[in-house]
């Protein structure tokens, strides 16, 4: 890791979604930088080491990662970059996504996931040529790709709900294995998660319309010329 090169642009969008944050969680105004050529080397540093730790895991949201200890750590008023490079954020971001499970679907955080879940699993399903319709039989060296997608926070639980052939899939996997992919605590909660579903208001219809939607637009890109 060498300083001489400079700030690169995914190091810049870094500095500014923590300048954005944190301002953000002051409510305070702020600008985002344009000009780095007068950043100081520490954190320069501190960026890099950030940079390469994202890149490393790709799945990890930015702004989650960030704005993760303020929803963690409440008492806490500020997170400044250095504390990203350490292993204490990365147990933040993990507390904050296994926090954001369990909010209620209906609830507007919850829905906004669920739609980038529904996203994800289009795009998904078009870089592997498969139908929406069958994400779930989906494997990915012998494991079930929506696991895979579970842990690493790429897909909203919900979502899988939506799929009849969900709950059979899942029972198909060895407990063992199950707690190991995506976690005891997870496993234990799925049964909370089926009833949030199927009481839901909003989520249940948007979920199941939602599938049915990229569905029908991963069929049209498919057959067009």
Request: with cysteine; charged share 25%; hydrophobic share 35%.
């Given at each position: 890791?060498?300083?001489?090169?400079g700030i690169s642009?995914?190091?810049?969008?870094?500095?500014?979604?923590?300048?954005?944050?944190?301002?953000?969680?002051?409510?305070?105004?702020?600008?985002?930088?344009?000009?780095?050529?007068?950043?100081?080397?520490?954190?320069?540093?501190?960026?890099?080491?950030?940079?390469?730790?994202?890149?490393?895991?790709?799945?990890?949201?930015?702004?989650?990662?960030?704005?993760?200890?303020?929803?963690?750590y409440q008492?806490?008023?500020?997170?400044?970059?250095?504390?990203?490079?350490?292993?204490?954020?990365?147990?933040?971001?993990?507390?904050?996504?296994?926090?954001?499970?369990?909010?209620?679907?209906?609830?507007?955080?919850?829905?906004?996931?669920?739609?980038?879940?529904?996203?994800?699993?289009?795009?998904?399903?078009?870089?592997?040529?498969?139908?929406?319709?069958?994400?779930?039989?989906?494997?990915?060296?012998?494991?079930?790709?929506?696991?895979?997608?579970?842990?690493?926070?790429?897909?909203?639980?919900?979502?899988?709900?939506?799929?009849?052939?969900?709950?059979?899939?899942?029972?198909?996997?060895?407990?063992?294995?199950?707690?190991?992919?995506?976690?005891?605590?997870?496993?234990?909660?799925?049964?909370?998660?089926?009833?949030?579903?199927?009481?839901?208001?909003?989520?249940?219809?948007?979920?199941?319309?939602?599938?049915?939607?990229?569905?029908?637009?991963?069929?049209?890109?498919?057959?067009?010329?």
């Amino acid at each position: 890791m060498t300083l001489e090169e400079g700030i690169s642009n995914f190091e810049q969008h870094i500095y500014n979604t923590h300048l954005k944050v944190t301002r953000t969680k002051k409510q305070q105004p702020f600008k985002y930088r344009k000009n780095f050529d007068s950043i100081d080397q520490r954190t320069c540093l501190h960026l890099k080491k950030i940079a390469i730790f994202l890149k490393k895991f790709p799945h990890i949201d930015i702004t989650e990662f960030i704005s993760a200890p303020y929803s963690v750590y409440q008492d806490e008023e500020y997170f400044d970059l250095e504390y990203y490079t350490t292993l204490k954020a990365t147990k933040a971001y993990t507390l904050y996504q296994n926090k954001k499970k369990f909010i209620d679907p209906d609830d507007m955080q919850q829905l906004e996931n669920i739609q980038k879940s529904l996203l994800f699993i289009s795009s998904f399903c078009l870089e592997n040529n498969i139908p929406v319709t069958e994400y779930i039989e989906h494997k990915t060296n012998n494991t079930f790709s929506f696991l895979l997608h579970l842990r690493e926070h790429r897909v909203n639980v919900y979502c899988l709900f939506g799929y009849p052939s969900f709950d059979s899939a899942i029972r198909s996997v060895d407990s063992e294995i199950l707690s190991f992919t995506i976690g005891s605590e997870f496993v234990d909660s799925l049964s909370f998660f089926r009833t949030k579903f199927l009481s839901s208001r909003k989520a249940r219809t948007f979920i199941e319309l939602g599938i049915q939607k990229i569905n029908t637009k991963n069929n049209l890109i498919k057959t067009k010329p």
